[in-house]
């Protein structure tokens, strides 16, 4: 099994910041990465697919880099609706793992 | 519009079990794999289950293989996991979702709880 491993595990940061969150898989996954967003009492939401696509939808602040075993989800400019829990995401045929999530939080 | 209304979760005793079900809308269901996946009460999503799009292929974790059974009714554009011999750690919100290598639609989820 690929076990994904998010960090940190929490990030405080203020609106109008960068935010850099990281995704290591224990062995390659290529490009088969995603990155959900999750608000306390909603479904998670789709932000990134195949590491740096992003659904229609998703603002052009975020974005998504990496390949192999290392990702990364970056926010350019954080807004207020931004502070959420994130999850990446992979799929190693057949099975799917989830890491364990980055909570960011307002500073 | 994609639509995925999970039903059949609740309340059970540990040993017992709960059939749920996913009723989908809005897309070519017999198209797409569906999966079953999890989070418990104040943790992260966990994959619990996936079928092929014909319901030929079935995957589980390894933490509920051989308890679970995911099944799908292409007819009816269901697809449900029935759960047995539940144990504390099940407790969770179930979400039914297709899948594409990622899940870019999710039920509302449904919410399991095995307690005494």
């Known amino acids: 099994e690929i076990v994904l491993t998010q960090s940190p595990a929490t990030l405080s940061l203020s609106p109008g910041e960068r935010a850099t969150l990281s995704c290591r898989a224990s062995q390659s996954v290529g490009r088969y990465l995603a990155w959900y967003q999750q608000k306390p009492g909603q479904r998670p939401r789709l932000l990134i697919y195949d590491a740096s696509d992003r659904p229609s939808g998703t603002p052009a602040r975020f974005s998504g880099s990496g390949s192999g075993t290392d990702f990364t989800l970056t926010i350019s400019s954080l807004e207020p609706e931004d502070f959420a829990v994130y999850y990446c995401q992979q799929r190693s045929d057949p099975m799917y793992t989830f890491g364990q999530g980055t909570k960011l939080e307002i500073k | 519009e994609v639509q995925l209304l999970e039903s059949g979760g609740g309340l059970v005793q540990p040993g017992g079990s709960l059939r749920l079900s996913c009723a989908a809308s809005?897309?070519?269901?017999?198209?797409?794999?569906m999966s079953w996946v999890r989070q418990g009460p104040g943790k992260g999503l966990e994959w619990v289950s996936g079928?092929?799009?014909?319901?030929?292929?079935?995957y589980y974790t390894d933490s509920v293989k051989g308890r679970f059974t995911i099944s799908r009714d292409n007819s009816k554009n269901t697809v449900s996991l029935l759960m047995n011999s539940l144990r504390a750690e099940d407790t969770a919100l179930y979400y039914c979702a297709p899948e594409t290598y990622f899940f870019d639609h999710w039920g509302q989820g449904i919410l399991v709880s095995v307690s005494s």
């Open positions: 809005g897309f070519t269901f017999t198209k797409f794999a």
């Open positions: 079928i092929s799009s014909s319901g030929g292929t079935t």
